[in-house]
């Protein structure tokens, strides 16, 4: 069974930048999409960035040019760097990994952005 533990999120004033990093662990596979998602108070979870196996990474329009998401298969990881941090930006973010119709996700970790 695949697990995924987030970490790097907490407290940071706008402008600023976080990084978040994913460890995946129980039968990770080369062709899994990874990805990481959000969800803020009374809102859906959505994807925020995800990339697919070959390694093309697809952003939602809304963190285009502030954030990166990579992965490093020798250590079995997904980051996902945050640059230029808006206060709406503020919510619980999940990694996840998909593997044909099954999806993996972490605990969550939230990030909050305010002065």
């Known amino acids: 069974q695949v697990q995924l533990v987030e970490s790097g999120g907490g407290w940071v004033q706008p402008g600023g930048s976080l990084r978040l990093s994913c460890a995946r662990s129980g039968g990770v596979w080369a062709y899994d999409i990874l990805g990481w998602y959000r969800q803020a108070p009374g809102k859906l979870r959505e994807p925020v960035a995800t990339?697919?196996?070959?390694?093309?990474?697809d952003y939602a329009n809304s963190v285009k040019g502030r954030f990166t998401i990579s992965s490093d298969n020798a250590k079995n990881t997904v980051t996902l760097q945050m640059n230029a941090l808006k206060p709406e930006d503020t919510a619980v973010y999940y990694c996840?990994?998909?593997?044909?119709?099954?999806?993996?996700w972490g605990q969550g970790t939230q990030v909050t952005v305010s002065s």
């Open positions: 990339m697919s196996p070959n390694g093309v990474p």
């Open positions: 996840h990994s998909q593997r044909f119709d099954t999806h993996f």
